[in-house]
């Protein structure tokens, strides 16, 4: 299994700003993803963060507003930019390796824009 | 594209209840997951099943592929037990492609004393 740390595990911000979220985890995964869950909805992923490369996003998600960085294969950020209260919601990394497909997730960072 | 529907939506229930969730997709999957939520928001891994059934103390989770029908059921429920439950399908990895998961929208479970 993989225990992940995820932080800050909440926080306010003012509209406008940003914020940036850090997920580390215990061992090295091959598959780093992060999500977003708004009030009341289930999760939706934003993006896979690839090491060493640009990330990979779905669609109605652009770099330009979470753009996320993976350094390396146990560390990753999501930044949520130019933050407005439609970003109000949790925010969570995944993690999965390339041979078992089990899923295990941050603690979550819930975000509440003013 | 995959849709994953659970039901029921809600459930309140009496501590001691036997209680049953239950969760149907629409194309074929390598994996199922059930995934728990407490209010905090942090998500904890319950089962990963491809086929049968799996057990893990007061929790069995049973899957069948023909069907494509899943149920998580949790055995002499207890107030602990209240948290929302995910039920989240994945497609097999292959090749160069990553994928993540398609999540059901959770059934919010209250145990009361």
């Known amino acids: 299994s993989a225990v992940i740390s995820q932080k800050p595990s909440r926080d306010i911000c003012q509209r406008g700003t940003s914020l940036t979220i850090q997920c580390q985890v215990d061992?090295?995964?091959?598959?780093m993803f992060w999500y977003r869950q708004q009030p009341g909805q289930s999760l939706t992923l934003i993006a896979t963060a690839n090491q060493g490369s640009e990330a990979t996003y779905e669609s109605g998600f652009v770099i330009d507003k979470f753009p996320i960085s993976r350094p390396n294969l146990t560390f990753s950020t999501l930044t949520v930019s130019n933050m407005s209260p439609e970003d109000s919601s949790i925010y969570l990394c995944?993690?999965?390796?390339?041979?078992?497909?089990?899923?295990?997730f941050g603690q979550g960072t819930r975000l509440t824009v003013v | 594209k995959n849709e994953v529907e659970q039901s029921p939506q809600n459930l309140t229930a009496q501590e001691g209840e036997f209680i049953t969730i239950n969760c149907s997709y629409s194309?074929?999957?390598?994996?199922l997951h059930w995934l728990q939520q407490h209010p905090g928001g942090g998500i904890v891994s319950l089962f990963m099943?491809?086929?049968g059934k799996k057990k893990h103390g007061r929790l069995i989770a049973t899957i069948n592929i023909q069907e494509k029908h899943s149920s998580l059921h949790i055995t002499a429920s207890h107030p602990r037990d209240s948290a929302v439950y995910i039920c989240?399908?994945?497609?097999?990895?292959?090749?160069?492609?990553?994928?993540?998961?398609?999540f059901g929208k959770g059934t919010h479970l209250i145990i009361q004393p």
């Open positions: 995944s993690v999965r390796d390339r041979e078992v497909t089990e899923a295990f």
């Open positions: 061992s090295q995964v091959t598959m």
């Open positions: 194309v074929g999957i390598s994996a």
């Open positions: 099943l491809s086929s």
């Open positions: 989240a399908v994945s497609l097999m990895y292959s090749g160069g492609g990553a994928d993540g998961l398609t």
